[in-house]
């Protein structure tokens, strides 16, 4: 059996250095790559895991979905298609999906961390965004629950036309995202998914910790038995990484 992850690649974003086109063929390329492992004999009973940010902004009105993405939502479907599991852990950019990812393409949409038995491993699975209400935060939770009311949801999508909403949240993700570096360096103990892996260690056995969200790839033991995975982003093009777990472990692979 085989598990692949990879999350933060962040479609529609538009920034210098970055180009949405190469970024979707590139990640189409790596999906179709995914999808000869987990149709081989070999590895039965596989899947994929997409742990957030997948799309840069995704904002689902009843009748209208974002335009753009069909390579990428058309290969995810053949994909399901193929009874290919797909799970879709929902991330902080694109918070607002529903039920399309769920009835249209088939993949099943996780909203928070969530603990799976995998190729004989414990994981806890997540985005990552999470990680920060542990935190004492207050701006940061407060706009997470937010962005978590599906009563404001049902205001906004009533409120605001899908032309403005989708030009509002590409303009306020580009405009976060220049205010930082694309990629993260990487702080040893003084990460938040390194304090969090640890506190839960206290009370609970997990072989793989592994989060997107931090662009940063890492590798980080532990414990002897227990490792923190970051999945690292796919913005810049020039270190795209995934995850694969299998019975021998989790390893990082450069795309």
């Known amino acids: ?26 990640f189409v390329e790596w999906l179709s ?9 070999d590895s039965p009973k596989g899947a994929l895991y ?13 009748q209208v979905v974002p335009k753009g993405f069909v390579r990428i939502l058309g290969k995810l479907a053949q994909m399901c298609d193929k009874n290919i599991e797909i799970h879709f852990f929902v991330g902080n950019h694109d918070t607002w999906c529903y039920d399309y990812f769920e009835q249209e393409i088939g993949m099943q949409v996780h909203k928070g961390i ?20 542990e935190q004492v935060n207050t701006r940061y939770r407060l706009m997470q629950a937010i962005f978590n009311s599906h009563l404001v949801y049902k205001i906004y999508s009533f409120l605001i036309h899908p032309d403005l909403n989708m030009a509002f949240g590409k303009a306020w993700s580009l405009s976060n995202r220049v205010s930082k570096q ?19 260690l206290q009370h609970t056995h997990i072989d793989y910790f592994i989060f997107g969200h931090f662009h940063t790839a890492q590798h980080y033991p532990l414990t002897p038995t227990s490792t923190l995975i970051l999945l ?23 795309f």
């Open 232 to 254: 690292g982003q796919w913005i810049s093009g020039t270190d795209c990484q995934y995850a694969v777990l299998d019975e021998t472990g989790c390893r990082l692979i450069r």
């Open 114 to 133: 969530t603990i799976m038995e995998l190729a004989g491993h414990s994981c806890l699975i997540g985005h990552g965004h999470e990680l920060r209400t």
């Open 50 to 62: 997409l742990l957030g940010d997948i799309f840069d902004y995704w904002f689902e009105y009843k």
């Open 1 to 26: 059996m085989k598990y692949f992850f990879a999350s933060d690649i962040h479609l529609g974003l538009k920034i210098t250095g970055s180009d949405n086109r190469e970024r979707e063929q590139r």
């Open 182 to 200: 694309l990629a993260h360096t990487f702080k040893g103990e003084a990460e938040i998914p390194v304090r969090f892996a640890r506190e839960e």
């Open 33 to 41: 790559m995914v999808e000869r492992e987990l149709e081989s004999p």
